[in-house]
């Protein structure tokens, strides 16, 4: 089967060396083109336009920033009308689940298929293969491409309709939010208690609300250091899609109004745990 793949950020990049690695064929499109240059050393061809991508493919990959950017390609550009009948396109951004919908309804017009499936995990499981691939759709286009989603993930899921990969990535990734926050509070609150940091994370840690998450962010907090692993940036943006739902409850509204403060107060480019600096103001 042969592969395009467009969006080579830092979730597409690593993604596609998998796919190399596990023998696919690969035609990758970027729009700023020198991110390109490591995966064509690699293996992967690389295309001159979008055109070229959606020909020479069996299957289209999308992974870019946001709904913009997604809409950009798919309407602004046409995709779905350089493509051949049948040919599936799978979107892995993490965007609205309108966008999803609207992209499904486009495609249909085209008689193309169109599949949701933005993925749970950062740019470390994307290297590991091991992210959780969250799949919404026609179950038929599903069945004919999980297979491709086995390089990159540990597990993918079908849920069900357009969009259903969407709003599975918008929930997970609520809890996310609420629980680095709620680290957060609880070292900052502890702090003021008089109890040091390095102690504090050690109980969250080795008790029954400790995380892979409060494990991981504990050497950020330590050291005030916030390298990004998953940018806040990028958490504001799926707490504002699941804001924009109107159906957050009260601890995700909390952390909806939190994380928009950091990204006004310019803690974008950190990791997600920089929400820490927020709140410590
Ligand atoms: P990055 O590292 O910020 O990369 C974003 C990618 O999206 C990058 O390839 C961009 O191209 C591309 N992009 C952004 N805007 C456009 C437009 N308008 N047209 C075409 N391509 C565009 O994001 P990640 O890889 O970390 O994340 C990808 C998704 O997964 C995102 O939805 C996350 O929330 C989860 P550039 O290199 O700037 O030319």
Redesign the pocket.
């Not at 467009?6 to 597409?12: A, E, F, K």
């Given at each position: 089967m042969k592969l395009g793949w467009?969006?080579?950020?830092?979730?597409?990049i690593p993604i596609v060396l998998n796919l190399l690695k596990a023998g696919y064929e690969v035609n990758v499109y970027?729009?700023?083109a020198e991110?390109g240059k490591e995966l064509v050393e690699k293996g992967a061809t690389q295309g001159k336009n979008l055109q070229e991508i959606v020909e020479s493919s069996d299957v289209v990959f999308t992974?870019?920033?946001?709904d913009?950017?997604v809409k950009?390609?798919y309407l602004e550009n046409n995709l779905f009308g350089l493509a051949k009948e049948g040919q599936v396109f799978i979107d892995?951004?993490?965007?609205s689940p309108h966008t999803s919908r609207e992209l499904f309804a486009e495609a249909k017009k085209f008689n193309a298929a169109f599949i949701d499936a933005?993925?749970s995990g950062?740019?470390q499981p994307a290297k590991d293969g091991t992210l959780i691939v969250l799949a919404g759709g026609e179950e038929s286009a599903y069945q004919q491409v999980k297979k491709l989603f086995e390089p990159m993930s540990k597990m993918s899921i079908y849920l069900g309709e357009s969009s259903s990969g969407s709003n599975a990535k918008l929930a997970i990734n609520l809890l996310l939010g609420i629980t680095v926050q709620g680290i957060a509070e609880s070292v900052l609150f502890a702090e003021k208690q008089g109890i040091k940091k390095e102690d504090m994370l050690t109980i969250i840690s080795e008790s029954a609300v400790g995380t892979a998450i409060s494990k991981m962010k504990t050497p950020s907090i330590l050291h005030n250091e916030y390298p990004a692993a998953f940018?806040l940036k990028?958490m504001a943006?799926?707490l504002r899609l699941a804001n924009e739902t109107d159906e957050l409850l009260p601890i995700g509204a909390s952390a909806y109004e939190t994380f928009q403060q950091a990204l006004a107060n310019n803690l974008g480019d950190l990791d997600v745990m920089a929400v820490i600096k927020q709140l410590a103001n």
């Open positions: 467009i969006g080579l950020g830092n979730m597409g970027n729009r700023t991110k992974m870019v920033s946001d913009a950017a950009s390609l892995m951004s993490t965007v933005p993925v950062s740019v940018a990028h943006k799926d």
